[in-house]
């Protein structure tokens, strides 16, 4: 692995306006993924399938995801921002519109993981935000983009039911589409012209991915750290449909939808969590994410036949988790500011992987301990997150101080 740093040479910093359509433009790519979830039912009666048949096609996005996460974040590293980026969405619009004309659901489900791995532009806008923000103001950045691609999770699924009962699932997907082709224009002017800077070729950089989290210390502990919470994230959100769909809720599949809108409080945080973490470091933020997220799980457990505690609860325990995740987020990118794609692709991956474990479990779980147990081990792998943030101190191991992410190198991070 090269382990010399990479030249200092002044790049171009992301001005106001570039942040927000920086952060317009994750929540439109990560948004992609999710507008079909609602349609389900409608979907599979269309495409004459089975519910059943038609939640494997579904599962395409999220594999998709994964996939560009490894093979397509890299590429901002290589190539100009500008043009990796329009020509991602430029496919995400092609995509959309041949999964609109979709008369089956293999043909479907293929178009769904094309879909799925170009919805990944939000990750590397995420990493253009890392490398191209004035090193003081790099977390408030983040924090402005990881918003975006929090709410797009949150939008796509909300925006995408209300087109659907409006005009049609196919219709609703040709609006999305559209929506792709004029932010790839848009990112063709907006986004900075300047040259990827990595040193090693393609191929070696993604067969070097899994080396990375072996070999620097700080990226090894936040992917850790980050992919426990974030199973605690997705099993909370998992369980709670199950949960509020029996008795003696009996939820309709509208009315629990509804309930991700406590996850605005989320979104909110990610911005205050970003500027935060500029002044006072990752560490404490990540510890104060947690330390709210495990005390509002905590009342999640008692408090579901209560509405409002419940909405309130969610909004706390989102704005916590994404607080930390901001944080975290920060210090992976900091790990080499000039190139820092790569690190977000690892970092990426181990934090999805512990959320698809999250889904899985979440979803079983309930019916094997019921909602408090579920919840009880949502707090219990949050506060092991919150356990390794406090003890894993920089000189544990190779690996720069969170703490002090602008004056990170390579080589401080390998604690050469």
Excluded: K
Aim: charged letters at 10%; a positive charge.
């Amino acid at each position: 692995m090269e382990n010399v740093p990479i030249p200092a040479v002044r790049a171009p910093v992301l001005r106001t306006p570039v942040v927000w359509f920086t952060a317009l433009a994750a929540a439109l790519g990560t948004a992609t993924t999710y507008p079909l979830q609602p349609a389900v039912a409608e979907v599979a009666g269309s495409l004459h399938t089975s519910l059943g048949a038609m939640g494997v096609v579904l599962a395409c996005g999220p594999v998709g995801y994964l996939v560009g996460l490894v093979l397509l974040v890299p590429l901002v590293d290589r190539y100009r921002s500008r043009t990796v980026v329009a020509v991602q969405f430029a496919v995400l619009a092609a995509a959309l519109v041949a999964g609109a004309a979709a008369d089956s659901p293999w043909q479907l489900g293929v178009l769904l993981t094309l879909i799925g791995a170009g919805s990944a532009v939000g990750a590397q806008l995420s990493s253009v935000a890392g490398r191209f923000a004035e090193p003081g103001r790099r977390a408030t950045v983040l924090g402005a983009v990881t918003a975006g691609i929090s709410a797009g999770i949150l939008l796509g699924r909300i925006i995408g039911g209300w087109l659907t009962d409006a005009i049609g699932w196919r219709a609703m997907l040709l609006v999305f589409a559209a929506a792709c082709a004029a932010v790839a224009i848009a990112a063709r002017f907006a986004l900075p012209a300047a040259a990827g800077r990595a040193s090693a070729g393609y191929l070696a950089t993604v067969r070097g991915i899994p080396g990375l989290l072996i070999g620097f210390a700080v990226l090894r502990w936040a992917a850790l750290r980050g992919a426990l919470w974030f199973f605690a994230f997705c099993a909370i959100w998992a369980g709670l449909a199950v949960a509020l769909s029996e008795p003696p809720y009996s939820y309709t599949p509208e009315r629990i939808g509804w309930y991700a809108c406590a996850g605005l409080l989320g979104v909110v945080a990610t911005r205050i969590a970003g500027a935060w973490t500029d002044r006072v470091g990752p560490r404490r933020v990540i510890l104060a994410g947690l330390a709210l997220a495990c005390l509002a799980a905590a009342a999640l457990g008692f408090g579901l036949s209560n509405v409002v505690v419940t909405l309130i609860c969610l909004g706390l325990f989102d704005a916590g988790l994404f607080a930390a995740q901001v944080a975290n987020q920060s210090a992976v990118l900091a790990i080499e500011p000039a190139a820092p794609a790569r690190f977000n692709s690892a970092y990426m991956a181990v934090y999805f992987v512990g959320g698809s474990l999250g889904t899985a479990f979440g979803a079983a779980a309930v019916g094997w301990f019921g909602w408090p147990g579920l919840v009880a081990f949502a707090v219990a792998a949050t506060a092991v997150a919150g356990v390794v943030t406090l003890v894993v101190s920089p000189s544990a191991g190779p690996g720069p101080d969170p703490d002090a992410v602008g004056a990170i190198s390579v080589r401080a991070g390998r604690g050469e």
